[in-house]
């Protein structure tokens, strides 16, 4: 046992030796590596995942959370604007829930702290989901299996709209994209880009792209005027920070976007106007740095942005408990 006890040791020794080299390799970079989420909290991410996928607490009984924020693309719909209750189209483009837990705010315009406050917005807007907040307690009140998940994960049987979004955040703290090429290459893995793609980074930190796409997400912790050099023109009617704020120096300046997964997420921008990603870093080179790409280094940044799509979460498609008869039944034509 003795022996046994001692091998045993060694190689958690060995182990805890290799994972402090390995991340003694990270390098120094403005753009660190998304790290694995774990959660503390299993049976509060499944009722979160339920309710992220659950059409009945929309009016019409048909849209979800996973309807503008589409887990199997990218997060997103893929629109230019997103289109809710009654076939309403929305003023902006679906940021990208994928990462979301590392944004400063979120929104395009920060109006919401944090995920659970977002959360909130989506269910009860008009453009959106269209469901009063009572009416979406009322519903999940009524179902049987909700209840008893409700008061298994947070002590009570009394739902609410804050242990709806609570739970919901909870899954989307869960929706991180780690070990993408760009992370494996941070921590000491030459091979894991090639010369375009390399370029493309060096391109992308030389012309000043890092100074707002930085950090774990490479974005998402700033808001920045859109359109720095040259003005943005946009029919869009959305003013960015200034809804929030009220300060008209805040007009136009919006949440940076995370890069992560970049790829996925077309089209770009507030208003969904650049439809490709080539479009995307010629429009931000001229707006933003007052720079004319070449086609090659489109190229290659594009390249190098690529590199950014990490590991897809992979999602089990819960089954929803079934409604009761005293569940109010949704109407999609009302």
């Not at 989506?122 to 009524?142: K, R, W």
């Not at 190098?304 to 897809?312: A, N, R, S």
Request: net charge negative; with cysteine; charged share 20%.
């Amino acid at each position: 046992m003795k022996f046994k006890a001692l091998g045993v040791a060694v190689a958690f020794a060995l182990t805890t030796a290799g994972t402090a080299a390995w991340a003694a390799k990270v390098r120094d970079e403005p753009i660190q590596p998304i790290e694995p989420y774990k959660t503390s909290n299993p049976a509060k991410v499944e009722l979160g995942k339920k309710l992220w996928f659950e059409p009945r607490l929309s009016l019409s009984g048909i849209i979800s959370c996973n309807t503008c924020h589409n887990l199997s693309r990218g997060g997103t719909d893929n629109l230019k604007t997103s289109i809710g209750h009654g076939w309403k189209a929305g003023p902006v483009n679906a940021p990208t829930v994928l990462n979301s837990s590392l944004a400063l705010a979120q929104f395009w315009d920060g109006r919401a702290a944090n995920l659970q406050e977002q959360a909130a917005g989506p269910i009860q807007a008009d453009i959106e989901m269209n469901m009063p907040h009572a009416l979406a307690v009322e519903v999940l009140q009524s179902i049987p299996g909700y209840v008893n998940e409700f008061k298994a994960v947070f002590g009570t049987d009394k739902i609410d709209v804050s242990l709806i979004t609570a739970a919901i955040a909870e899954f989307e703290e869960t929706l991180v994209t780690p070990n993408s090429r760009f992370d494996k290459w941070l921590k000491g893995d030459d091979k894991a880009l090639n010369a375009k793609e390399l370029a493309g980074w060096e391109l992308f930190k030389g012309a000043g792209c890092v100074a707002c796409h930085n950090g774990p997400a490479a974005g998402g912790t700033s808001f920045q005027r859109m359109g720095l050099v040259e003005p943005y023109q946009s029919t869009s009617p959305v003013e960015g920070r200034a809804a929030v704020t009220g300060v008209d120096a805040d007009r136009f300046n919006f949440k940076v976007p995370t890069l992560r997964n970049v790829e996925m997420t077309y089209p770009y921008f507030h208003d969904g106007e650049a439809a490709t990603l080539e479009q995307a870093v010629d429009i931000m080179g001229r707006l933003q740095l007052g720079r004319k790409f070449s086609e090659e280094e489109v190229g290659n940044i594009v390249a190098f942005l690529k590199t950014l799509t990490g590991e897809q979460p992979q999602i089990t498609m819960p089954i929803l408990p079934p409604s009761s008869n005293a569940t109010p039944r949704p109407d999609p034509f009302q």
